[in-house]
């Protein structure tokens, strides 16, 4: 008696890794945590959600460069007309045109503007934060797209294994009929139909390594090669699932998930931004200094010059410029919080979905593992008949159908539980990543 398919299968698995060859070209052995760390190293879409939080650090360095003194490098060279030394047109003074070439330097240093460039700098702190949450959410899709592939392309695998034991067992039993047929111990319809048999397993062969080849391609592509890797992936490991309520697993999403973290550091953003713009109501006091010297000017000109003083800035009317934007800074400050509400909304159906899914495909690991079981005793059975020829080869092909879609179907649900474990675990906030800490946005 032959041994049941899924021993076969589960012998491949086991012994096949490092072994199988892809054509002419040896394929690699691949594990999950080793397509993360691929992933991470070489996928471009990784480069590019790590650069957009780091750009965003730099607006912090731009809002506190208003707290830094501020100078400037002037040079001024006039001729004046003879007896033409006044403006007397044009503005309401009439300073006094002299000869003169020089040089100086204009300082200015901000002293208060009562919480207008604090408020600004916090806002921009906040949304570095928040984009470098944003950048980590990034991250967890792409490696949960990783996941998923992965676990569609050892899906693909092994059922490449099955169809290629169903060939091998369909071509022995096409053999036997052909030898009995010879001996007048079966007609030529058995042989038809055994060639027939024969023929669909070829056909299923055939599709399931095109299924491969198209996983392997989106799985290298994922994982940053410009062409396809043959890749021979290793079984990962079933773990059951959490005991945790679903209230709990919700808190925990809410409060680890990047994508919420971002949208509440957005909120503090557009608080602190609504907090500035209410500040442009408030004066502006800064020192400014001037200093130079002069190598070629009027004799009524000193040789050098300096002076400094103080200046207040009251803003009296602009047009409602200033409301405006206040306005505006409180819509979207309203528009932050109405976006984490639905966020929030969305993500606890979402967990509550994948914990639905995650259970019922536990429970079918049982089912489909014992309808394996049932269907590799009845081939049995069924070819036990046939050798003794108390059977049809039909009631065989029947069998062999069944005992193949069982073993599709089997590894089918185990790769669907480990795709619903990594639904979950990237609701939760389950980080495989490492995030752009907070901290590095106020370094600079």
Known sequence: MMPPFGACLLLVLIIGPGTIAYGEERAETLTLERAHELALLNAPRISLAQLQAVAALDEVAVERSAYLPQLTGVMTMVRASSGNTRIEAGALNNPSIYDREAAGVVASQLITD?????????????????????????????????????????????????????????????????????????????????????????????????????????????????????????????????????????????????????????????????????????????????????????????????????????????????????????????????????????????????????????????????????AGLSYDLAKSRFDLGLTSIVDLEQADLSRTSASMTESAVKQDYLIQLAVLDNRLGVHVAPAIAPTQAGQR
């Open 114 to 374: 009562f919480g207008l460039t604090t408020g600004r700098i916090d806002a921009a702190r906040m949304h570095s934060w928040a984009e470098s949450k944003r950048s980590q959410a990034s991250i967890d899709e792409i490696l949960l797209e990783v996941d998923l592939e992965y676990y569609r392309t050892l899906q693909s695998q092994s059922r490449v294994i099955v169809a290629e034991q169903t060939v091998k067992e369909r071509q022995q039993i096409a053999a036997k009929v052909t030898g009995m047929v010879e001996n007048k111990l079966k007609s030529e319809l058995d042989q038809s139909f055994a060639q027939v048999n024969l023929e669909e397993g070829r056909m299923l062969e055939a599709q399931v390594r095109n299924e491969l080849t198209i996983n392997n391609l989106t799985l290298s592509t994922l994982l940053g090669f410009d062409i396809p890797q043959p890749f021979i992936l290793l079984e990962h490991a079933l773990a059951p699932p959490s005991t945790q309520h679903a209230d709990e697993l919700v808190a925990q999403a809410l409060r680890d998930n990047p994508a919420i973290a971002r949208l509440r550091f957005e909120i503090s953003s557009t608080m602190r931004a609504y907090d500035a713009e209410r500040a442009l109501d408030y004066p502006t006091v800064s020192a400014i200094g001037v200093a130079g010297v002069s190598v070629d000017r009027d004799p009524r000109l000193a040789s050098s010059y300096a002076a400094g003083g103080f200046n207040l800035s009251i803003p009296l009317y602009s047009g409602n410029l200033i409301a405006t934007r206040q306005h505006e800074a409180e819509l979207r400050m309203q528009l932050a919080k109405a976006t984490l509400r639905i966020a929030e909304n969305d993500l606890s159906r979402d967990v509550r979905v994948a914990i639905a899914n995650v259970t019922y495909t536990y429970a079918r690991l049982d089912m489909a593992g014992k309808l394996l079981v049932q």
